[in-house]
């Protein structure tokens, strides 16, 4: 069995392009799906796919451990940066689902099998208007309560926000007061039984993140994430050990080395690997090991589309530390139309069923993907009020 080329298909997806990876193999109608979802990077992705290929052309798919070694440690860069571990992840992904098919069994199955019944979900409300954050924290407290409401109505028991403003590395008691106002909207409006979530967004300095985590301990946050830059480990650790709220990150973090620093730190409490961003399902598992020996929770990162969403469930049902999956329901109208899944959703509390078929049991509608052909994602920018340069 020879691999015999790989394919990118590219998806426009309102804010962002959809990268998919298709392997293909000699054998009649055996293929593998993975993906390589990167804003902002689309068009360096699908040429470090193109790059990788060189490599894996010619063979044997059913050796992923093999191929990814040969993929990360090859053509003399290391894939360690986040464009190229972007597109080994798709090349992996794809892999696997292959040996899947082969082995006429899901995923989670050569994994040792699914840990769990069901995965538990949670959606993302958002974020604030960043260019006047602080004169409309009532109106978005209001508006955060409202789309708190909506998730749980929808079934939701856990959702996600971005009530923390973009912020100078010192800023006194205004930003702080905002995020604190939008998250006593939100657990007014919800109750206690239901699990809320804050991502800063890494735009905190650490010491405005410490205040920030301060601020919110009070209510109960299920995890308080991305308070500082993920570079900025020492911060990270900070925090954790400052505040009683779990500090969650990793969806930057694009390696088991860094990983393994970040745990070691005690920097966080939540691991935030993104399977399309770490090296796929081979570098995740390592990852995952790590994580389970200094207890550490995986929830991981998980935005993007279908492939992504397939894949880090199947990796839920393997993983005995795995406590929630982000999950995007409502991205574009048409997100059904390109993809049959094989998990199936229970309404009621937004929790999934394992996958029966194998591989990762989705497939893709190539002819409905091209009738959303790639666009330039659109530029965010965040500049403070002085004019420098913030994080968005």
């Not at 992705?45 to 992923?64: F, I, M």
């Amino acid at each position: 069995m020879k691999i015999t080329k790989i394919e990118t298909h590219v998806c426009h997806a309102r804010m962002r392009n959809w990268v998919f990876v298709k392997v293909v193999t000699d054998q009649p109608g055996l293929y593998g799906w993975g993906e390589a979802t990167l804003e902002w990077h689309t068009r360096a992705v699908v040429g470090a796919v193109e790059d990788l290929a060189q490599l894996v052309v010619g063979e044997d798919p059913r050796r992923v451990e093999h191929l990814w070694q040969m993929m990360f440690r090859q053509h003399f860069w290391h894939g360690s940066g986040v464009v190229r571990a972007t597109a080994i992840a798709g090349i992996d992904v794809a892999l696997w689902d292959i040996l899947g098919k082969v082995a006429s069994m899901p995923c989670s199955q050569l994994w040792g099998g699914p840990v769990r019944d069901s995965v538990r979900t949670y959606c993302h409300l958002g974020g604030g208007r960043l260019e006047d954050f602080y004169e409309t924290a009532v109106d978005d407290a209001a508006r955060f309560a409202d789309l708190a409401r909506a998730a749980v109505a929808d079934g939701y028991t856990a959702f996600k926000c971005m009530a923390v403003p973009p912020t100078m590395p010192i800023e006194g008691l205004k930003p702080i007061r905002a995020a604190e106002t939008c998250i006593a909207a939100i657990r007014d409006a919800v109750g206690d039984a239901v699990d809320v979530m804050v991502d800063c967004h890494a735009r905190p300095s650490p010491a405005m993140g410490l205040q920030f985590g301060k601020a919110l301990d009070p209510y109960g946050l299920y995890f308080f994430e991305e308070p500082c830059w993920p570079e900025s480990v020492d911060g990270l650790a900070m925090i954790n050990a400052a505040i009683t709220t779990p500090v969650a990150t990793g969806e930057r973090v694009t390696h088991s080395t860094a990983f393994r620093e970040l745990f070691a730190r005690r920097a966080c409490e939540i691991c935030q690997l993104d399977i399309t961003h770490c090296g796929g399902f081979t570098e995740a598992r390592r990852i995952a090991a790590l994580a389970d020996a200094h207890r550490i929770a995986l929830a991981p990162h998980n935005p993007q589309g279908p492939v992504s969403t397939a894949a880090s469930l199947e990796f839920g049902f393997a993983q005995p530390g795995y406590i929630i999956c982000e999950t995007v329901h409502s991205d574009v109208p048409w997100r059904n139309d390109i993809v049959d899944e094989g998990f199936t959703i229970e309404p009621a509390g937004r929790t999934v069923v394992p996958n029966a078929r194998p591989g990762l049991g989705i497939e893709l509608d190539e002819v409905e993907i091209r009738k959303h052909p790639f666009e330039q994602e659109v530029p965010q920018r965040v500049f403070y009020r002085d004019g420098s340069v913030g994080d968005w």
